[in-house]
């Protein structure tokens, strides 16, 4: 087990006598307990986050679902690293030592506009050292998948804002974490694209088994996307709610929308927002 200076402890299998791994945590991917965070504000505290127990499935795509100002842009910042909770735990359950816990894909476009296409998707394995094979592999699979190839020399400056987040997509599913973090991805973008880079998502997703937190304000987003939706709500942030969509997957928003089962379970999400009136897709 290895703790580090944000509180966030990894811990990677173990074996027995025999040499067989431990079946404890095995299809854990993430554990919280108790978790809270407190701000310093003037000469009091402001306390943002209280008492959120989570376990999170190897593989399982997660909705964080609330409006601006609860506090989930706060607990997936504490999930990234780039936040240290001051109440609970947070545990890593790993298969890889050199494997980083999580990466980021945020809201505001983060790639480096002076490195090119390959480059900014290579650039977190470059960090680790990883060797010129690993990196070419990596980094050209995971730009095909996002349909950048024929882009791959370009700069941040020639792209569109939707390339530019697929460019993000890749480089931290190239990054091969325990945890991939989604912060609104999607909300600066017009509707044909933020359609568009859900359905390579949720492809990616599903090719890779990789664990999903997505943070989104959108009701809808959450229902297409997600295995296990979070109901939050908040200051402090806490969990209200959590719901399972239970729909097949490929899904059709356009042909769910008409059902019974989603009108209610849109109600319920509404419910534990604390919203009442008729249906809107997003939540301010």
Request: hydrophobic share 40%; net charge neutral.
């Amino acid at each position: 087990m290895k703790s580090s200076a944000t509180g966030i402890e990894r811990i990677f299998p173990h074996t027995d006598a025999t040499g067989q791994k431990q079946p404890e945590h095995a299809r854990i991917s993430m554990e919280l307990r108790g978790l809270g965070k407190k701000f310093l504000v003037g000469a009091g505290e402001f306390q943002a986050l209280k008492s959120i127990d989570l376990d999170v499935a190897v593989g399982e795509f997660v909705c964080v679902l609330g409006a601006s100002g609860c506090g989930k842009t706060t607990l997936l910042r504490i999930l990234g690293g780039l936040e240290k909770h001051t109440e609970g735990s947070l545990r890593f359950y790993q298969e890889k030592s050199g494997q980083p816990p999580t990466s980021i894909v945020f809201q505001e476009v983060s790639i480096f506009p002076w490195l090119s296409v390959w480059d900014n998707v290579a650039f977190g394995l470059r960090a680790r050292h990883a060797s010129k094979a690993l990196i070419k592999e990596r980094v050209s699979f995971y730009i095909e998948k996002v349909g950048l190839t024929p882009f791959r020399d370009h700069y941040p400056h020639q792209l569109s804002g939707g390339m530019k987040q697929r460019v993000s997509i890749a480089r931290a599913f190239a990054n091969d974490p325990e945890v991939l973090l989604l912060d609104e991805p999607f909300s600066a973008l017009d509707e044909r694209n933020k359609a568009t880079l859900q359905d390579e998502l949720l492809r990616i997703w599903e090719e890779t088994g990789k664990t999903i937190v997505f943070v989104t304000h959108s009701i809808d987003e959450a229902i297409y996307l997600a295995d296990r939706i979070l109901v939050f709500a908040g200051p402090p942030g806490h969990i209200t709610q959590i719901h399972r969509p239970d729909f097949v997957r490929p899904r059709n928003l356009t042909a769910l929308r008409a059902t019974p089962e989603y009108k209610r379970l849109v109600g319920a999400i509404l419910e534990g927002l604390g919203i009442s009136g008729e249906p809107s897709d997003a939540i301010e």
